[in-house]
């Protein structure tokens, strides 16, 4: 059976998250349901990384085996056509070897949360990005962002209910981006590791927006993952702020792009 990878833009806001289930919308049975109309019995699709219900992906991959031999660009056009009018797109497609596996052949995956910083409700962002009120210290932030930077034991920012074997994990990236705003600021917060917790990049964010406000100074995030606690966790930030951005593999199936045929 043909191997397809798939590069996966969402808007979270109306699933209950990637994954499948019985009566309630997500996106991977909204796109099994799209496979199915282009084939019968499409076996279940894999992916590099679940998300949680509200969180959106720019950069999610996927991989799905076909009966028939298409190409990349007539299965991403026949996909999109189907996934309509649901906030699903289909951005790349490629044909891939049968060893290619979307979550285990990832060598790292990245993470981008938006956090917006001004008086006023978001309007055009509702839903798309964390509002909070109060002018934000980046510096600050960025400071105690370092201290998280490497491996460490992240079970202070690892959900209670996260079943990874362990809570050790290395993180390659952390980096703050500021975005001047007529009305305030934007923070963009990018994470880059090979695997992430259960809501790690949300309890990482939420904690690094009370050094931002003065609610805590830089040093107590080191505190904090050395406790290994998660009572000594922030505030876990809101999933709407958060994207799935990017999958790193071996040989970018994506690489040499794709044409019309």
Not at 70 to 99: G, K, S, Y
Not at 125 to 140: I, S, T
Request: with cysteine.
């Amino acid at each position: 059976m043909p191997r397809y990878a798939l590069k996966i833009e969402y808007n979270g806001q109306p699933f209950v998250g990637w994954q499948r289930q019985t009566d309630l919308p997500s996106v991977q049975g909204t796109i099994e349901a799209a496979l199915a109309r282009l084939e019968k019995d499409v076996p279940t699709i894999a992916t590099a990384g679940r998300t949680d219900t509200g969180v959106h992906a720019v950069g999610q991959v996927a991989h799905a085996d076909m009966q028939r031999n298409w190409t990349p660009f007539r299965l991403a056009e026949a996909l999109n056509h189907h996934l309509r009018p649901h906030p699903v797109a289909i951005t790349a497609c490629a044909q891939v070897t049968e060893d290619f596996h979307a979550r285990f052949s990832a060598q790292w995956r990245s993470y981008t949360y938006r956090l917006i910083s001004r008086r006023a409700p978001l309007i055009h962002d509702a839903g798309l990005a964390w509002g909070v009120r109060g002018k934000l210290d980046v510096a600050a932030m960025a400071e105690g962002a370092k201290h998280l930077l490497g491996q460490h034991d992240f079970t202070t920012f690892r959900a209670t209910q996260c079943q990874a074997n362990s809570p050790i994990k290395t993180l390659d990236e952390v980096r703050l981006e500021e975005i001047n705003l007529p009305a305030g600021q934007e923070i963009r917060f990018h994470l880059k590791a090979r695997s992430f917790l259960h809501n790690q990049v949300r309890s990482i964010v939420g904690s690094l927006e009370h050094v931002g406000s003065g609610a805590w100074e830089p040093d107590n995030i080191r505190r904090a993952l050395a406790a290994c606690d998660r009572a000594e966790c922030g505030t876990v930030a809101p999933p709407h702020g958060l994207y799935m951005t990017g999958v790193g593999y071996p040989d970018d199936p994506f690489a040499e792009g794709w044409k019309e045929a």
